[in-house]
Structure formats: C-alpha cells, structure tokens
C-alpha cells in the first residue's frame, strides 16, 4: 500500500548548524512530494515541494533533493534560526491529485 | 486572497452525535482535500473533492462522508461519533489537480 516513513522524529540542532529529515516512499508511481511546516497551533504550511521529474530544487535557505530508483527524499535547511523550530511533514502523490500520504513528521528544534 | 477558512474552530460533541464541518477554500480553487491530524496517527487522507465529484477517498469508515458544492465549499460529515474521532479536521484547497494544496486552521472535534 501507500507509505511514507519520515526520520528522524526529533532533530535538535544548534543555531546556524545544518537540518536534513529524510523521507522514503513505498508507491513507485509517487511523482509530487510537498513539504510542510507547521507551528504549534498553527495548519500546515508548505514550504517547498519538488515534482519526479527534477533531482532537487532550492529556496533561499531550504532544498529538496529527490532519489527516484531509491525511492527517497530529503529536506535540507541551511544556516538553521530559531523561528525553523517547528514540525516538518514530507508527503507524497501520484497523478499529482490531491490525495497527500504523509510521514509522521520530524519536530526540529533549534536552538540559539 | 482570502486564505482557506473552516467552521466551527471548535466543536465538542458526545459519543453516537454527529457532526458537519464547512471548508471554503482560496477564491478559484476547484479542489477540497480532507485530513484529519490526532497525535499517535499523524495526518491522514480522508477524501477529495473536484467539481463536486469525490475524486479520492481514504481508509476511513463510511461514517466519514463528505460533499462539495457548486460554489467548491465542501462539507464533511461524521455520524455516530466514536471517542477516537476526536482530532483536528484539516481541509485543504488547490487550484486543480496537481497545483499546491494550502490548508485552513482546521476544526479541533473533542468527543466525550
């Protein structure tokens, strides 16, 4: 069936340090993987996204990069601050419809 | 624009009650996605709606049932209200099928 597992559940990182959370997928037909972040008490907003057919796309300080024969997908925050603090959920689709199988989320702390 | 909104915020509701949750989405968005968020099974599709066709469904029971109307505002509907339905019902809208989803502030449901 449809899965996403995300890693790791819980990140904590120095100020200006470096974040990456991992994705794996399971559905080989996935081609649209968003990425959300989402406060406390907040919904989830999207940050970035990246479709199947590109390795990795960036903005400003985040980039997405995506391994299609693996199957994985990473999100890398650079030059972390401490409004970054939030949980970040990866998704993924196919026939890029609104149906989004989500991982479980990676709560990043960041720490100044 | 005006971003996605949802009603009630808040509802708190008995065991075997049921309940109607409203989604307007973005202004030109055709696509109502459902969600619910708990915090042991993180965010989990519930179904889509296009044009007022439910064009995906998840792994719920089918006292989760939903409907869009001409307008796209969509409404989900939970009959006989279990205690494990308590959770925050996200709705999100896109544009069309494979455009970005942004997602409302989501109605918190406690069941007592």
Redesign the interface.
């Given at each position: 069936g449809e899965n996403v597992e995300q890693h790791p559940s819980t990140l904590s990182v120095q100020e200006g340090d470096s974040a990456v959370i991992k994705c794996t997928y399971s559905d080989s037909a996935s081609n649209?993987f968003?990425w959300?972040k989402q406060e406390l008490g907040?919904?989830?907003?999207?940050i970035i996204?990246i479709r199947s057919n590109v390795g990795e796309k960036k903005d400003q300080r985040i980039a997405v990069t995506l391994n299609k024969t693996a199957k994985h997908f990473s999100l890398h925050i650079t030059e972390t601050q401490p409004e970054d603090s939030a949980v970040y959920?990866c998704?993924a689709s196919k026939?890029?419809?609104?149906?989004?199988?989500?991982?479980?989320?990676t709560e990043l702390s960041v720490k100044p | 624009k005006a971003g996605v909104t949802q009603t009630p915020r808040y509802l708190i509701k008995t065991r075997g009650q049921q309940v109607t949750l409203s989604c307007s989405p973005i202004s030109g968005h055709r696509?109502?996605?459902w969600?619910q968020q708990t915090p042991g099974q993180?965010?989990?599709?519930l179904f889509?709606y296009?044009s007022e066709t439910q064009?995906?469904k998840?792994n719920f029971p089918g006292r989760f049932s939903g409907r869009q109307f001409s307008n796209s505002r969509s409404e989900m509907n939970v009959s006989t209200l279990e205690l494990g339905d308590s959770a925050l019902y996200?709705c999100?809208s896109?544009f069309s099928?494979?455009?970005?989803?942004?997602?409302?502030?989501?109605t918190r449901l406690t069941v007592l």
């Open positions: 649209y968003p959300y907040k919904r989830p907003q999207l996204d959920f998704a026939n890029q419809g609104g149906k989004l199988i989500f991982g479980q989320g | 696509s109502v996605s969600y993180g965010l989990q599709f889509e296009f064009r995906n998840g996200l999100a896109s099928k494979g455009n970005e989803q942004f997602f409302g502030p989501g």
